[in-house]
Every structure is written in C-alpha cells, then in structure tokens.
C-alpha cells in the first residue's frame, strides 16, 4: 500500500501541475503580460511534451529498471517546475512546461503497468484505482489549494510548492517502492502492433475525444466562471468538482471489476448532463455548484476506466498500449487548449458547454458499441 499510495502521489503531481494554470489563469497572465488565451497554452505545451514524447521514450527506456526510470523522471520534473516558477519570461515559461510534460508522460507510461505488478491480477483494477486517486485528490483539494496560493501568495509560489513535493516524493520513492526489472530486448512488442489487438483503437479514440471534451472546459474553467459572475468562486466550484471526484473514484475501485461497461457510459452520461446545466442554466450560482458535482462524478472514474481498459484489451501489449493511451491523452489536453483559446476568442467563453456535448455524443456511441472488446460488462480477469 505504501508502494501504491507513492505512486498516487506521482500522480496526483504531475496531475495538479498540468492543470493548475487553470485556477491561476488571471494572475498568470497578468505576470507574464500575455493573453489569457496565450497563457492558457501552458496546459496545451505540456500536454504536447507529454504526447511528443511518450511513445518514444516509453520504447527507449524499455529495458531500465522501473524505479530508476521513475525517480529520473520526477527529478526533472522537479526541476522543470522550478524554473516555471522562477520565470518571468513567457518563451522561458512554456520550454519549462514543455520540459515537466515530458517528464510527466514518461512517468505515466509507467505508473499503471507498475502498480498492475505490485499486486495479483485479481486486484489489478483496485491497484490502478488508488494509483490514479491522484488525479481527484488533486482536483479536489490540489487545483482549490493551489488556485488559493495563488490568490494570497501569488501564482509563483503554488509552482514552487510543486517542487518541494516532489522532492518529498522522490525520498518516497527511494525507500517504499520496489525496482522491477525492465523488458528484455527480445520480449519486447512492437508498438504498434497493440492497435491490432481487438478493442484497443475504440478504447484509444475514446481517449482522444473524452479528454478533448472535457480539456475545453477546464482548462479554462477560472475564465468561464468569470463569464456568468463567479470569479471569486472559483476554488469553491472546483472544490465541488473534486470532492465529487473523490467519491467517484472510490465507487470506480470498488466496481470496476465487475462494471467496467456501466461505470464507462454513465461518466458520459453525468458529464453531459453537467455541461447542459452549465449552457443554459448557469446564471444561477447553485446549478453551478450541483454541474460541478455532477461532473466530477463523471470524471473522477475516467482515468482508471480508461487505463484499465487499455490494459485488459491490450493484454501482452498493454505497456504498448497504455503508452498510446497517455500520448492520445495530451493530444487531447494539447488540442482542448488550443481549441479553448480559438473558441474564447471567437465565440467567447459561453460556447465551452456546447462544445463538451457536441464531442460526447461519439463518445458514447464507441462505448455502447465496444460491447465485446474494450468496454466489456466485466474484466477478465474479475
């Protein structure tokens, strides 16, 4: 457990730090003296770090030991984030983005399949759900905590405050999480031999589109808020957010062996009604709050769903796999701030809702259809 909780830390770091310019997005901008569009590219180069180089650094490091990998890449995290929040020059900020993105996607490549082998397959799916817990951990108490930093001790300081955890968690590491060994050379699969695996394209376009829809939204959720009159509630929403994550994720780890198929088509569906609620009903504080939660329990389940998926699909390939996986993730993130930023400043921020339902409905189309691979009523090995 100590193993897995290590991992969930990684997780939720690397987590909080793709995301957190979304509850700093004024200061940030104001810091820099660039758009806030332009800032909101800060997610979108990190994601593109992650996406450039997942797939290649993921092959090229088959064979290090996993422990290794791992500590190496939170190192340069470490350092990626500190010059994000030393800087004061935007080109100097976005190469750090850039820089923590890689180191992020490399760790993530790894994160599931590592705590897959911490446990017997029969827990897999639990271990990859307290794995990602990070990512609802740092949405409901990370991005609220951060986006609080920010506003009484400047944005600077919740970068740094990045940095000194994952300093914390190097030492973690070090002394909690057990060192596989890598691939041999000649047991190693073709990357991208996986896509011929039964149900992993439907579970990767899933991916693609599902983070594309939800990225719209959040990374510029501190904007939209101040679009129906809620700036200075920003922290709160996402507070709502979070914590509904939270609950999500503990109901997903504990029926996910089973429910696999059913837990994945009512995130679609929470979220939709989520992104309804906040087109056309959004003057109103209290809906706001309740689309938040909403959301959240949509969301907070996504993670583990999606890898676990990947990873019962890919099955000999499901390190190939959820090296994929993560790459389409942050093209996605990469796309949703860049189609964030040309919506913002052409549509304006009321256009995000609609958006996130025009990209669902495929979503749940490929879900309902993968019935037999990718989104099965039950994992093999439950």
């Known amino acids: 457990m100590s193993a897995l909780l290590a991992l969930a830390t990684a997780v939720f770091i690397t987590s909080l730090t793709e995301t957190l310019p979304a509850g700093v997005l004024p200061a940030m901008s104001d810091s820099l003296d660039v758009s806030e569009s332009a800032t909101g590219q800060a997610v979108t180069i990190y994601a593109l770090g992650t996406a450039a180089t997942a797939i290649p650094l993921t092959a090229a490091t088959a064979g290090w030991r996993r422990k290794h990998l791992l500590l190496t890449a939170m190192a340069a995290f470490a350092v990626a984030n500190t010059v994000t929040a030393v800087s004061s020059n935007y080109p100097l900020t976005m190469v750090a983005r850039f820089v923590a993105g890689v180191a992020a996607g490399l760790a993530w490549a790894l994160l599931a399949g590592y705590a897959r082998r911490l446990v017997p397959p029969n827990l897999q799916g639990k271990a990859v759900a307290i794995a990602m817990a990070g990512i609802p951990v740092a949405l409901s108490l990370g991005v609220p905590a951060g986006t609080f930093i920010g506003q009484t001790l400047g944005w600077r300081a919740a970068f740094l405050a990045m940095t000194a955890l994952t300093l914390l968690l190097l030492l973690w590491i070090t002394v909690a999480v057990p060192n596989f060994a890598g691939q041999h050379a000649d047991a190693r699969t073709p990357m991208l031999r996986a896509l011929s695996v039964p149900g992993v394209v439907p579970v990767l376009v899933v991916t693609l589109v599902f983070v594309l829809a939800h990225t719209i939204l959040y990374a510029y959720v501190a904007t939209f808020l101040q679009h129906v009159g809620m700036a200075d509630a920003t922290d709160v929403v996402l507070l709502a957010f979070g914590i509904a994550s939270l609950a999500s994720i503990w109901f997903t780890g504990a029926h996910i062996d089973r429910r696999l198929r059913a837990l994945s088509i009512a995130s679609v569906l929470l979220i939709g009604v989520a992104a309804a609620i906040l087109g056309t009903l959004a003057e109103s504080d209290a809906l ?72 669902l409905a495929p979503v749940l189309i490929i879900v309902v259809a993968a019935r037999r691979h990718g989104f099965p009523a039950a994992r093999p090995n439950s």
């Open 288 to 359: 706001v709050y309740v689309a938040a939660a909403l959301w959240g329990l949509g969301w907070g389940g996504v993670p583990t769903l999606l890898q676990t998926a990947a990873a019962d699909a890919g099955g000999e390939a499901a390190d190939s796999a959820q090296a994929m996986l993560v790459t389409l993730w942050n093209v996605a993130m990469a796309a949703g701030g860049i189609i964030g930023g040309i919506l913002l400043d052409t549509l304006g921020a009321g256009s995000f809702p609609g958006s996130v339902l025009l990209l």
